[in-house]
């Protein structure tokens, strides 16, 4: 008879049955053998404080045992009101408005309807198109796929999905051929500036980015004066700024905002991942008062609203983080500990002829994996090295979070490593040491396969 586990969907690695998690403690997971591994990655850079951490469960039990959901329809409630609160406080950046969803995916759709009303609520109702850029990810729902620069992913959907203007990603390490890396800022705003005149401003809604690329590059931060220019023409032409901070905020980056590192403020923002921790699925997209106002003048509120939106659990779970992470300085420790963990890693990987970058900001970095330094050359997306590096990892008691397509959506391998925010320096030099055994093991079958 079948395993009842085959029902699951997502259960096989490498042919073999996944093990079943039992437990955490702090940077650890457990599984149903007793393994212990360090959590590299946090999941996808999720559980910003780890596991089976006692204050943030009690909050959330003692949120259960009073009420599990006042449905936001009828009623506010003590934590979405001071959840929101936090959020706007730490955001900053002239965040003044909050719209509580379950994820990252709806987080991205409501910031699309966000934009789509705004412009509606100001007569510019044929402001429906959206500019994203190529090496993203904005989610899986067909909104956010259509924004995703990810052509493996969107493949299946492809005929589905929305028209979208992608742009070049704004990768130092991987320039646009022949535009020099003191070039890359104005070449970009250059193109960008190029597509609205082709487009018509007139038609534009607004520009989606990851203000620190996630999965779909590999923790790549744009060079600096990007995000500027990038303003400067959003403002310019009245496209909407929407930074997709899912991944790279809540402080991972070492400012509780990732874009408040460039110094720019958006229109509307979106978060999610690190804002329960992975303690209830939680996210939310934050506006200004001027685009909350345009709308709310005119439609009263925003038309996008979700069964959950605002479950009063999940906002008791995403207030009991937000006060660790305040309380207990975290923002300012993945700034700090975040130097640590790129010393470790240059020491570690700086002179090894398959890594050609390392790279990120924060808890929030990665190494790029090629067959060659010099001209940056992939392995082959056939010997499937992410998948290799994945499992000797996790053979090795570590997760971490490698992904392909680093080049072109299809070519190219990169290792994330994405902490908890709580991971002590001896454990930062460890998970470090593993990955490079990991590394070492992965590339040298691929090479050995490739030969
Ligand atoms: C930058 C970014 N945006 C959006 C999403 C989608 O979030 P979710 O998977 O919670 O729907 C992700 C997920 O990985 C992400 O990394």
């Known amino acids: 008879m079948d395993d009842p586990g085959h029902r699951w969907l997502n259960q096989h690695r490498s042919g073999q049955r996944l093990p079943q998690a039992v437990g955490g403690e702090g940077v650890h997971v457990i599984d149903e053998a007793g393994r212990r591994y360090l959590d590299g990655s946090s999941g996808p850079a999720l559980f910003c404080l780890g596991h089976g951490h006692r204050e943030v469960i009690e909050a959330i039990k003692a949120q259960y045992d009073r009420l599990a959901f006042g449905y936001s329809a009828d009623f506010t409630s003590a934590p979405i009101d001071a959840l929101a609160e936090a959020l706007v406080e730490q955001a900053g950046g002239g965040m003044s408005r909050v719209s509580f969803v379950s994820g990252g995916s709806e987080a991205t759709e409501t910031a699309i309807k966000i934009a789509l009303q705004y412009h509606l609520a100001r007569g510019h109702s044929g402001r429906t198109h959206f500019f994203a850029r190529r090496q993203s990810w904005h989610g899986y729902t067909m909104g956010a796929l259509s924004l995703s620069g990810h052509p493996a992913r969107r493949r299946p959907y492809v005929g589905a999905l929305m028209p979208v203007t992608h742009l070049s990603p704004a990768n130092a390490y991987r320039p646009p051929d022949g535009v020099a890396p003191d070039d890359l800022v104005d070449h970009l705003a250059a193109e960008f500036e190029r597509e609205i005149h082709r487009v018509g401003a007139e038609r534009i809604a607004a520009f989606f980015f990851e203000p620190v690329v996630g999965a779909a590059g590999g923790a790549v931060p744009a060079p600096d004066g990007y995000a500027r220019r990038m ?92 006060n660790v992470i305040r309380r207990d300085g975290l923002v300012a420790k ?118």
Not at 235 to 262: F, Q
Not at 339 to 358: C, E, K, R, S, W
Not at 396 to 413: K, N
């Open 334 to 451: 993945c700034r700090d500990d975040g130097a640590y963990l790129m010393t470790a890693l240059n020491q570690t990987f700086g002179q090894n002829p398959h890594v050609g970058d390392i790279r990120g900001r924060g808890f929030f970095v990665a190494v790029e994996l090629v067959r060659d330094r010099e001209s940056k050359t992939p392995f082959d997306a056939g010997l499937g090295l992410y998948k290799r590096v994945k499992d000797e990892a996790f053979a090795r008691g570590l997760l971490c979070y490698p992904s392909p397509g680093t080049v072109d959506g299809m070519s190219g391998d990169h290792v994330i490593l994405a902490p908890p925010y709580i991971i002590s320096r001896a454990e930062i030099d460890r998970m470090v040491e593993v990955l490079g055994q990991a590394v070492d093991a992965a590339v040298a079958s691929a090479l050995k396969d490739a030969s």
């Open 231 to 322: 303003r400067e023409l959003c403002t310019r032409y009245g496209i909407l700024m929407v930074a997709d901070e899912v991944m790279c905020g809540v402080g991972r980056c070492g400012t509780w905002r990732a874009l408040a590192h460039d110094g720019v403020a958006p229109d509307v923002m979106v978060t999610a991942k690190g804002l329960a921790g992975g303690y209830a699925p939680l996210g939310a997209a934050l506006m200004t008062e001027t685009v909350y106002r345009t709308i709310a003048d005119t439609f009263g509120t925003i038309a996008s609203v979700h069964t959950y939106s605002g479950h009063t659990a999940a906002c008791a779970a995403g207030l009991a983080v937000q």
